[in-house]
């Protein structure tokens, strides 16, 4: 807090010309002088400006409380996010209210999941083959890199020297747009909310809304800097409308297009891509050449196990009954060529482990960032990773122990992300695994380590406990140990300590059922 | 029937009023009630935090304080799920998954076991905002959780509907965790706060006089959180309201 002395303007004046630090302020006799026209007309605000995601330093443990500080200290946005979340999640529990059978369906859908995790290479295999038949061309990439020389090497086939895609978090997992920068190939995003993201040069924060952590004014600015808008008009029709002016053309003169896939059906080689903007659509059909980047976990063995995934899909990530589009692809149009890309990128293995695997159930639908309460508060930027949220806590630290060792502690452990989860991942309770993981691992900070070190050798020791809490302003200070480490108090800095009682209750059942035992 | 009182190293040290009235409850139902002396804690903080080798000392002497008793209750649901739910960093002999299953959450008790159908000695004429602790909620299963599309139930608002006077408010989101989370509390303490700051202002607006809670390591931290950003708000455990408090 400053130390000026009280405004003396009785509240009258905008506090921007309030400022302590104001050299061209007038004073006479004790009061300041104002211009009768700046006092009378509000000044035009600044809009708060966009907090930025975690600092990513190479290989160094992404610092997610820090990231989500700076959010918080960004109150429209925060306040914003968090309720634009929220009301995403309220609408999820509408939709599940009117389905009689929702538990059910989700039960359903995780056993069809984990069969046919269980049976992958089988349905792969049947993928494969039918695809072919039907005319696809199928790829399979082990990694990130193989994807991108893969996608590379069909475009250089055709002379594609621009792609639109769709929105895809297996290509976010890839770095693909980094990639063809440095191949010289322009990568247009269709989705509004991920061309965004690109044209700011950011990564997308959220699965389905790529920038909800955004306000209208940061777009406005986006906007203002990369098409040429008017910097001061915020208005999302006037921003939607520019940009579908700006990137028209782009998508109907572009080489190539890409998807992603939401499904994958062994048994008639084909896919699914569900949108709400067409713009797969878009992708897909406008270029003669269309490629499917898709993981290999995204397989379901039949058509009539899709019903039950469509149906919890859009209801558990946005809370509307079905996606604008859910378009099946079965196979290159006349004159066309369709490319299906199989990527693992760490999938086979994570299939191997015995507390995570079944986190490849997952469908990207994000209900479980909506429902986190620390998401909301934090922003997705903030886990400085390709997934954020609940589903990322668990799913980061298998690409990159070191980097995401932080993120499982990002959480409350409060499990509101198990129960809207569609196909019943467990996540909270593999959020608490991976911590065992990674303590036993040596990956969390000594000081950590040394804390809790100290709190199971105290609290192990009846007699030195009681030594230590026989007082309440000592319990204060030591009870749990944890409360008062790094000699910082990170209870007390933005909240109150609890009140000390005149005695534990460990004294009072002493002096007063003491006869007894 | 032989029951040991398990009084969580929080309520210990800063909330004795609430062993005391878990104590005098447990006593109103004729239990013979003891509390072993050389009790700490379950072990929790550490595990939750991922050190799971360095709590087996502390839930050795758990095992050891609580084996034999009919049944273990404490004024604590994050306690008993780590007891009933995560408890292994020893060795599981029989002796110690008897005690884990005897292990009880003071509302689970009265409503499950004893099935208390009445509190005569209890008035609370004031209106409360209930607060479920995820532990109690999604983990002990006392509620429904608003996520799942189950029929409703709730064994607080089942016990607490038998106290004379008391009147229930709804908060816009009742299930939403207040940050309170064990470490988390600590190790991530701007995002816990601002969901401490969000919780207790829901209740505010919706009216409440009182936050209670099965939790008492919840209701430390709202209130933490409630007087830092000037919320009036009290707080108070429900084994205070089921033992009559006048307040």
Known sequence: MSTAPEPIDGGMLHPELRAPDDRDAIIRGGRRLDHAEGTSKPLRTRPEPQPRGAKVYGNRPIDQQEAAARFIAAPEHERMHDERLWDLRQKRDREMHGIPEWEELRSLASAIKEHTLTHLDEYLDQFEANARANGIHVHWARDAAEHNQIVNGILRDHGAKSLIKSKSMLTEECGFRSYMASVGIEVIETDLGERIQQLDNEDPSHVVVPAVHKLRTDVADVFSRTIGTDPDNSDVHYLAEAQREATRPLILNADAGMTGANFVVAETGTFVVCTNEGNADLSANVPKLHIASIGIEKIIPRMEHLAVFVRLLSRSALGSPMTQYTSHFRGPRAGGEMHVVLVDNGRSERLGLAEFWTSLKCIRCGACMNTCPVYRRSGGLSYGATYSGPIGLIIDPTFNKRKYSNLPYASSLNGSCTNVCPVKINIHEQIYAWRRVLAEEHAVPLVKKAAMKAAGMLLSRPAAYRAVIAAADTALAHLPRFVIYNGLNAWGKHREVPHAPKQTFHSWYHANRGAKQ | ?247
Request: charged residues 20%; glycine residues 8%.
């Open chain 2, 1 to 247: 029937m032989r029951i040991g009182l398990f009084i969580p190293c929080y309520i210990d040290a800063f909330f004795p009023e609430v062993g005391i009235a878990t104590l005098e409850l447990l006593e109103r139902f004729g239990h013979a009630v003891d509390y072993p002396r050389d009790q700490t804690c379950c072990g929790q903080p550490m595990a939750n935090s991922g050190f799971n080798a360095e709590c087996a000392d502390t839930e050795a002497l758990f095992v050891r304080n609580f084996s034999g008793f009919d049944y273990v209750v404490a004024p604590s649901g994050s306690c008993v799920h780590h007891v009933r739910n995560n408890f292994d960093a020893i060795e599981q002999t029989d002796e110690v998954k008897e005690v884990r299953a005897r292990t009880f959450e003071l509302v689970e008790f009265l409503h499950d076991i004893q099935q208390v159908e009445a509190f005569p000695w209890a008035k609370f004429p004031h209106r409360v905002g209930l607060h479920n602790s995820c532990g109690t909620l999604r983990r002990l299963k006392h509620a429904r959780p608003s996520e799942l599309h189950e029929p409703f139930f709730s064994k607080p608002i089942d016990l607490l509907s038998k106290v004379e006077g008391i009147e229930f408010v709804k908060p816009a989101r009742p299930d939403e965790c207040c940050g309170f989370g064990g470490t988390f509390s600590v190790f991530e303490e701007v995002v816990s706060t601002k969901m401490g700051y969000d919780k207790v202002s829901d209740h505010a607006q919706a009216g409440a006089e009182y936050i209670v809670s099965a939790d008492s390591s919840c209701l430390m931290h709202q209130q933490g959180c409630a007087e830092r950003i000037g919320v009036p708000m009290k707080f108070i455990h429900i084994a205070q309201i089921l033992n009559g408090a006048s307040v």
